[in-house]
T-cell receptor, first 112, second 117 residues
Framework: DGGITQSPKYLFRKEGQNVTLSCEQN?????MYWYRQDPGQGLRLIYY???????QKGDIAEGYSVSREKKESFPLTVTSAQKNPTAFYLC???????????FGNGTRLTVT | AQKITQTQPGMFVQEKEAVTLDCTYD???????LFWYKQPSSGEMIFLIY??????QNATEGRYSLNFQKARKSANLVISASQLGDSAMYFC??????????????FGKGTHLIIQP
């Protein structure tokens, strides 16, 4: 079955460490996205990519970095510069403008 | 900038009743799309329904329908005959068409719906 796989489901890190969240899709979608969700809040866009080797900052890109070397993969690195990294991170992909975003099951990151 | 407002942080509804979840939006772009998602406690985001700004009819998808009032900039989700499994967070989201085709969605803060037996 086609879908988006995020791993791991839960991730624990010490403050000051960089951590990379994995996102893989086999839907053959060109566009991919990373969102952050805090308790009781909606989703906020971190980064997005329309094609391989190209990506743009979203509303809250500071302290994060991404790469898009393959169509299927869009990993997100949470750097030590991110002041409040503890959150639920959701990856998504899309076929195009009128198409919905398909989401992975998310990674819950806890930094202590 | 686009903005989505969901004014109901939480709602309690009796099973089998119809539910209306409010959503208003603000954009100066004439071309946009509106989406509703359901997020159960497991965290996954489930797409429910889509309405394009130029669509002539209100969208429907099974028990879900969208009450789209363009002049009022509102896109309320209606769930008919609610079920216990409808208990979840519901998010309204908007995609604007700036020509790039993949700028993502702007989300509201959500409504926590609880269906009571």
């Amino acid at each position: 079955d086609g879908g988006i796989t995020q791993s791991p489901k839960y991730l624990f890190r010490k403050e000051g460490q960089n951590v990379t969240l994995s996102c893989e899709q086999n839907l053959n979608h060109d566009a991919m996205y990373w969102y952050r969700q805090d308790p009781g809040q909606g989703l906020r866009l971190i980064y997005y990519s329309q094609i391989v080797n190209d990506f743009q900052k979203g509303d809250i890109a500071e302290g994060y970095s991404v790469s898009r070397e393959k169509k299927e993969s869009f990993p997100l690195t949470v750097t030590s510069a991110q002041k409040n990294p503890t959150a639920f991170y959701l990856c998504a992909s899309s076929r195009g403008e009128r198409s919905p975003l398909h989401f992975g099951n998310g990674t819950r990151l806890t930094v202590t | 900038a686009q903005k989505i407002t969901q004014t109901q942080p939480g709602m309690f509804v009796q099973e089998k009743e119809a539910v209306t979840l409010d959503c208003t939006y603000d954009t100066s772009d004439p071309s946009y799309g509106l989406f509703w998602y359901k997020q159960p406690s497991s965290g996954e985001m489930i797409f429910l329904i889509y309405q394009g700004s130029y669509d002539q009819q209100n969208a429907t998808e099974g028990r879900y329908s969208l009450n789209f009032q363009k002049a009022r900039k509102s896109a309320n989700l209606v769930i008919s005959a609610s079920q216990l499994g409808d208990s979840a967070m519901y998010f309204c989201a908007m995609r604007f068409n700036s020509g790039g085709g993949a700028d993502g969605l702007t989300f509201g803060k959500g409504t926590h719906l609880i269906i009571q037996p």
